[in-house]
T-cell receptor, first 114, second 112 residues
């Protein structure tokens, strides 16, 4: 069966520090991968999605970046965190292609920037 | 105006009550998802539907494509149903890609 992992589960980082969040998927190949952020009092917002290795699309301009060095690995990074980067970050995947495939979410990382 | 609107934002019910959460959207979609988020933050997909009605245990989801509206019903509610319920619509974003747009969620509290 398919499983999605995220780490760390929680993170407290000072403003200006770098960030690296990792997501890995097991049990499937060539998934579409997604990074979402949920800020306090707001709905989930799509940050990045990837349809393949080194193929990343950004939905929202920001100081974050994403990379997909391997088929089932998706990394969210920042060189310098801002206070506004605080939130709950979720990785998700779907099988590639098709309009009606189920989307599966990871357990999430709660980031607090101080 | 948000593309996905949920109502109510907050809902408090007594155990056993019938609950309805509504979702309206303004874009063309290929599918609509109902998600459940518990206090720890993890998200579970409850339903994905593109027409008609689906039922899973005490949960029922309906969608009216013409009216761009969906409802999530919970029968015989229980305190363990307390969570945030999120509506998300899947729409085409170019090429062969689709994206989800989320509502802000409905916080449901079921008291014993």
């Amino acid at each position: 069966s398919q499983t999605i992992h995220q780490w760390p589960a929680t993170l407290v980082q000072p403003v200006g520090s770098p960030l690296s969040l990792e997501c890995t998927v097991e049990g499937t190949s060539n998934p579409n991968l997604y990074w979402y952020r949920q800020a306090a009092g707001r709905g989930l917002q799509l940050l990045f999605y990837s349809i393949g290795i080194d193929q990343i699309s950004s939905e929202v301009p920001q100081n974050l970046s994403a990379s997909r060095p391997q088929d089932r690995q998706f990394i969210l990074s920042s060189k310098k965190l801002l206070l506004s980067d605080s939130g709950f970050y979720l990785c998700a995947w779907t099988t590639s292609g098709g309009p009606s495939y189920e989307q599966y979410f990871g357990p999430g990382t709660r980031l607090t920037v101080t | 105006k948000n593309e996905v609107e949920q109502s109510p934002q907050n809902l408090t019910a007594q155990e056993g009550e019938f609950i309805t959460i509504n979702c309206s959207y303004s874009v063309g979609i290929s599918a609509l998802h109902w998600l459940q988020q518990h206090p720890g933050g993890g998200i579970v997909s409850l339903f994905m539907l593109s027409s008609g009605k689906k039922k899973h245990g005490r949960l029922i989801a309906t969608i009216n494509i013409q009216e761009k509206h969906s409802s999530l019903h919970i029968t015989a509610s229980h305190p363990r149903d307390s969570a945030v319920y999120i509506c998300a619509v899947r729409s085409w974003s170019g090429g062969s890609n689709y994206k989800l747009t989320f509502g802000k969620g409905t916080l449901l509290t079921v008291n014993p």
